[in-house]
């Protein structure tokens, strides 16, 4: 079960989405490597707790070992992890006048440079694929509001909330009606009113 909270952008923002409630999800806690350890090991498996501890601390470091030699990780039913750059735009690959090249090199171009390094940063791309893509999720997912929302709905209704945390969750991906938000996809955040994120993530979820 996923809770949703409201957001309000306030009334001053100069935008079509001022005054418009948007649902967040509420995040409950972050888990660590050795938090999904212990998970993991309470599932009746024949593992220890620290042996698959170190088998997850291992598989991380290999990704991150693969990822910096230009592979993509494809973690079935989860994510394909691959490296992204954020590109400077050179107008030219040599620059006679300063004798100086297109070079495959992170650094910001100096005010008025034609040509210099070529990434300006570089970052993790994670892309859902299989049962984490955005289809389906949606097939999965439950939704239910958590008692501040469910008390902010109340009173907007002049009605006291005595409901439980979690009503009104429908699966589909809907949110009984109040609510038409994706779940899943790719790095950014949620999606809906002004939470959207920038950068060159992925466009569609692979199969």
């Known amino acids: 079960m996923i809770e949703l909270y409201l957001s309000k952008v306030t009334e001053s923002s100069e935008t079509e989405t001022a005054g418009k409630y948007y649902a967040r999800v509420d995040y409950k806690e972050t888990l660590s490597v050795q938090d999904m350890a212990h998970h993991m090991a309470e599932h009746n498996t024949a593992f220890s707790e620290g042996l698959i501890t170190g088998i997850l601390i291992d598989f991380v470091k290999c990704v991150r070992e693969q990822v910096l030699m230009g592979n993509t ?100 991906g809907n949110t009984g009606g109040n609510t038409g938000g994706n779940t899943g996809g790719n790095t950014g955040g949620d999606n809906g009113g002004g939470d959207n994120g920038g950068g060159d993530g992925p466009k569609d979820d692979e199969d």
Do not use: C, H
């Open 73 to 172: 990780v494809k973690i079935d039913n989860l994510a394909i992890f691959k490296a992204s750059v954020e590109a400077n735009g050179l107008d030219v690959l040599y620059d006679a006048q300063q004798d100086k090249v297109a070079q495959a090199t992170m650094g910001v171009l100096a005010q008025g440079a034609k040509t210099g390094s070529a990434v300006k940063t570089v970052k993790l791309l994670a892309q859902s694929t299989g049962d984490f893509t955005r289809e389906e999720l949606k097939k999965d997912v439950k939704f239910g509001w958590t008692d501040k929302a469910q008390a902010e709905i109340a009173a907007a209704k002049g009605e006291t909330s005595n409901a439980p945390a979690n009503t009104g969750g429908n699966t589909g």
